[in-house]
């Protein structure tokens, strides 16, 4: 089990640094360390998504939820995906007082810059230099595959964490299955532009079909 403190200080040290081949080089050794089930939620944390459609937190929430720290181990990665999925699906009469205390309760578990990484992560103000373009390279350089074969997959397939999954998984193999799929957008950060469109169709070859 990944604890969300390897992935805080993997951030923080992306952060620290101005070197690109330095930020990728510290992303793929945490991608290399993951178990299988953690590698779309390390990926999605780390280019600042939660991986969930709605938490229903608000900027009041998340700085009111009482959070004193419990102590303990940090907690684990899948853990802290579980608490935002229940976090997410708190609904009905008393929900904003309910979410507070479960989010509270999620926070307590983890340390002072664990707990600064979950608030900016909900609040979408995750902004450390591992967004898209060098999370994919280091997606590539982690399962030793071409960079550009991770960057079709991803931008025909609309998101790096099931990429990410499938690469490190299954390697090159993995990554065939992601195709141009109708009303999929694609991965607009991630795409290049052709001379025409036959240079187009000869760089995405049978995923244009």
Partial sequence: MT???????????????????????LLAQLLRRLQAD?????????????????????????????APRA?????????????LAELGGI??????????QRLGQL???????EQAFLRRLLLGELRQGALEGVMLEAIAHAAD???????????VGGGLPAVAHAALSEGGAGLQ????????????????????VGEALEVLGTAAL
């Fill in 71 to 83: 102590g303990g181990e940090s907690p684990g990665l899948l853990q802290v995906h579980t608490a």
């Fill in 177 to 196: 299955r992601f195709a141009l799929t109708l009303f999929r957008p694609l991965l607009p950060m991630l795409a290049q532009p052709a001379a025409d």
């Fill in 145 to 155: 595959l071409p960079v550009s074969a991770v960057r079709r997959a991803a931008l």
């Fill in 91 to 100: 609904a009905g009469a008393g929900a904003v007082v309910r979410r507070k």
């Fill in 3 to 25: 604890a969300l403190s390897e992935l805080v200080t993997t951030s923080e040290r992306v952060s620290a640094t101005a070197s690109r081949l330095e930020k990728i080089a």
């Fill in 38 to 66: 953690e590698v779309e939620i390390a990926v999605s944390y780390l280019t600042g998504d939660t991986g969930h459609a709605r938490l229903g937190v608000g900027p009041a929430s998340v700085f009111v939820a009482v």
């Fill in 107 to 113: 926070l307590a578990l983890a340390s002072d810059d």
